[in-house]
């Protein structure tokens, strides 16, 4: 089944400890993307990725990381959490170059005490 | 990437057609106009996209003004799980960022 896979679904960690969300996809997809969302409000995007090696920043990229060594792969690391990154975060992606609609992950609820 | 606009919320009574507006007249000539909707936390599904000609799909259909500058995402028979958060977004194929509003709240009612 085509699909992009985020893990964890929930997290709970405390301030400063370094963590990654791992977001992985089937489907061959040249882009990826993340994005927080939080109570209220639409999806900000963080960073994307246009293919291997490619990133981005998005709106809203202060105090994350990402890499994209293998096309399938585009984990989000907070090096530093702070309560203020606690969010709905969510993985996306879609072939570049065509019309197709973003393909989302399930989404992953950070809390940062 | 243009910047949509779109109410915050609307209601519909249940079998009635939801008819949910979004302007975009800063759209380009290269970008389609792209519907998701969000249930509860769920990660956003996709519904329905066009460039310039109206599109129908099994679940929705999908009207675009001439002159490109605002759309309507229509239900046909609105149900009570169509009630959700409906996104309107605006994206060339080869972009790198992508904006999403926020959307408008849809309440379907008994």
């Known amino acids: 089944e085509a699909q992009v896979t985020q893990n964890p679904r929930y997290l709970i960690t405390v301030t400063g400890k370094k963590l990654t969300v791992t977001c992985s996809q089937n489907m061959n997809h040249e882009y990826m993307s993340w994005y927080r969302q939080d109570p209220g409000l639409g999806l900000r995007q963080i960073y994307y990725?246009?293919?291997?090696?490619?990133?981005d920043k998005g709106d809203v990229p202060e105090g994350y990381k990402v890499s994209r060594k293998e096309k399938r792969n585009f984990p989000l690391i907070l090096e530093s959490p702070s309560p203020n990154q606690t969010s709905l975060y969510f993985c996306?992606?879609?072939?570049?170059?065509?019309?197709?609609?973003?393909?989302f992950g399930n989404g992953t609820r950070l809390t940062v005490t | 990437d243009a910047k949509t606009t779109q109410p915050p919320s609307m209601d519909c009574a249940e079998g009635r057609a939801a008819n949910l507006p979004c302007n975009h007249s800063t759209i380009s000539g290269n970008e389609y106009v792209y519907w998701y909707r969000q249930i509860h936390s769920q990660g956003p599904q996709y519904i329905i996209h066009g460039l310039k000609n109206n599109e129908t799909n099994e679940m929705a259909s999908l009207i675009i003004t001439e002159d490109r500058k605002s759309s309507t995402l229509i239900l046909p028979h609105a149900t009570l799980r169509d009630t959700a958060v409906y996104y309107c977004i605006v994206r060339n194929t080869n972009a790198g960022k992508s904006t999403f509003g926020d959307g408008t709240t849809l309440t379907v009612k008994p």
């Open positions: 996306a992606s879609l072939p570049t170059g065509t019309n197709s609609p973003l393909h």
């Open positions: 990725s246009m293919n291997v090696e490619v990133t």
